[in-house]
């Protein structure tokens, strides 16, 4: 069975570092996101993308984060200049879409930044 | 922000026997409502969902239950089996171009054999 995949499992960085977090997605699937997890806290949006360009947006989205898909596999996050408050778990989800019906978006294992 | 509220932080429920997750909304747009099930160090794994338009779905051993009314739903697992332990989380979303998912707290479940 198809599955999203993400790497690394888990990446530990130093603060004001750039870390770029890496996903490929199903390969059927159109529409693209990132949620991060901070420990103890609920899943929270960060982006969604689709065509090959942001469609929405969370506010915890700043300027210090990006996305792109460089190469039509491959979904990718990065951060900037991390902070301490970047740590999280990340996880990439995918989801198709046919026209007009909802469909659930499937997630992969995710990444967990550590800034230290 | 607390637009998706699961109250339990925890249930517990002997094996066979059946298992009532709750989740409770506020957004009255939203139109589409799913469950995950989590296992620590994993991603969220999609379990069933339920759109607006109905107020039952089931699948298997599995069975959601939306009352639109007081914007609440259920999840029903029957029966339940010590493999069903994992954290569940409830999810909503407005239908349209992104469908970014809105989660609630996670009510983790225990299943005693």
């Known amino acids: 069975e198809p599955e999203v995949t993400q790497t690394p499992s888990h990446q530990v960085t130093q603060m004001g570092q750039e870390v770029i977090l890496r996903c490929v997605p199903i390969s059927n699937h159109l529409y693209f996101y990132w949620y991060r997890q901070i420990l103890g806290q609920k899943v929270e949006f960060l982006v969604s993308f689709y065509n090959n360009e942001i469609s929405e947006k969370s506010e915890i989205f700043d300027d210090q984060f990006s996305v792109e898909r460089p190469d039509g596999s491959n979904f990718t996050l990065k951060i900037r200049s991390t902070k301490l408050e970047d740590s999280a778990m990340y996880f990439c989800?995918?989801?198709?879409?046919?026209?007009?019906?909802?469909?659930?978006?499937?997630f992969g294992p995710g990444t967990r930044l550590t800034v230290l | 922000d607390q637009q998706v509220k699961q109250n339990s932080p925890s249930l517990s429920v002997q094996e066979g026997r059946i298992s009532i997750l709750n989740c409770d909304y506020t957004n009255s747009m939203f139109d589409y409502f799913l469950w995950y099930k989590k296992y620590p160090a994993e991603g969220p794994t999609f379990l069933i969902s339920i759109s607006s338009i109905k107020d039952k779905n089931e699948d298997g051993r599995f069975t959601v239950f939306l009352n639109k009314s007081a914007k609440h739903l259920s999840l029903h697992i029957v029966p339940s089996q010590p493999g069903d332990s994992a954290v569940y989380f409830c999810a909503a979303s407005v239908g349209g171009a992104t469908n970014k998912l809105i989660f609630g707290t996670g009510t983790l479940l225990a299943v005693q054999p």
């Open positions: 989800a995918s989801r198709k879409m046919t026209g007009g019906f909802y469909n659930e978006q499937f």
